[in-house]
């Protein structure tokens, strides 16, 4: 970091002959930075976007990408079909766009919509798309894994047609309730991790284990308050289980959840604060985007590594364009809250293929 910043601060006393053929030299490397993220999505390609047959054979190229055709549906595709990048015209300003948002964290679009040179509103699509394909289904746990839930205010920020305003502030109404949307936080203390909005109101039993049921490993020890649901769940999947009164915090120096704490300290500024606030529609990306943070925060070339990650997922598209109807069922089978005023944005190549859609955010 250091050697950066001398190299920043030598670039003013260069004079205009050398800052151009800086400028070249730039663009090259940038060049074959994108060419081996594209390379590298095209040597994972192992299945068909359309049909997920594994019988796929090379059929030519497209745009300097290596095209390839299904045995089964018959049907044709390159490496990015399907990802976070199906169709887009520019997928290079794309690739740009995700740099300076992964890189610069939690900013707004406002800011990231300036750096790239696009509008607020592309920014916001794009962000999302990024965010969608970086969604997994939960890891698995063998060591001593720390579980707590926190609550963000049930909100419908930016819905067009409601017969109210939203409002700011906490809710004025106590306790666990149906204006509580429960985010359940589970980290290994060696690693995994994983952030997930599970229900809107008192959280059960069956929210836990619908998204952690059988996850845990024989060894696995799970260190919790004395949540009732988490204790009757870590019965049900009969993994040890230590827990304290939840206003002492921790029971001793091994039994405590501030590795936990610390990460929801981190999400509820980035969210209440930073973005004054988030649709519960979009919380779970918010989410996915800290957890996926946190994992490669100590490894070089992170922002690389995760663009990648997400051009690798081609489910992506299918996740993007059905994330209204993926909200929808949230609401219906997870909250007493009514689904209202919904979203009539279509795509015209949207794929519809809900079971397709759902395995990798939101429900």
Known sequence: MEDFKN???????LSLEEIFILEEHLSSKKTKEKQEIYSSISEQVD???HCHSEAVIKWGNYKGMDRYMCKNCKRTFIPT???????????????????VMLSEGFNSLKAEAERVGISKTTAFEWRHRLLV????????YNGI????????????????????????GRSSHRGDNGYQTKLLITKEREGALDMSV????????????????????DDAVIMSDSHPSIKKFSNTENVKHES??????????????????QLASTIKDRVNHRLRGVSTKYLQNYATWLSVMEKYKSTKGKVKEIVILSLSNIKAWDMHTNIEKLYEQFILNHSTRTYRCPVKKEWKSQNWNFENAKTGVFI
Not at 204 to 214: A, N, P
């Open 244 to 261: 304290f009164i939840a206003k002492s915090h921790v029971k001793d120096k091994t039994c405590h959840v501030q590795t936990v704490n």
């Open 133 to 140: 394909s970086l969604g997994s289904g939960a890891p698995g």
């Open 81 to 99: 079909t399907g990802t976070a990048v199906h169709r887009l015209k520019k997928p290079d300003i794309f690739l740009n766009f995700a740099t």
């Open 47 to 49: 299945q068909c976007p």
């Open 145 to 168: 894994t720390e579980i707590d839930d926190i609550w963000f205010r049930y909100s419908q920020k930016g819905r067009k047609g409601l017969k109210y305003g939203r409002k700011r």
């Open 198 to 217: 599970v229900t809107i109101g008192r959280l059960s039993e069956q929210d836990i284990s619908g998204k952690l049921g059988g996850k845990f490993g």
């Open 7 to 13: 190299i920043l601060q030598s670039i003013g006393n």
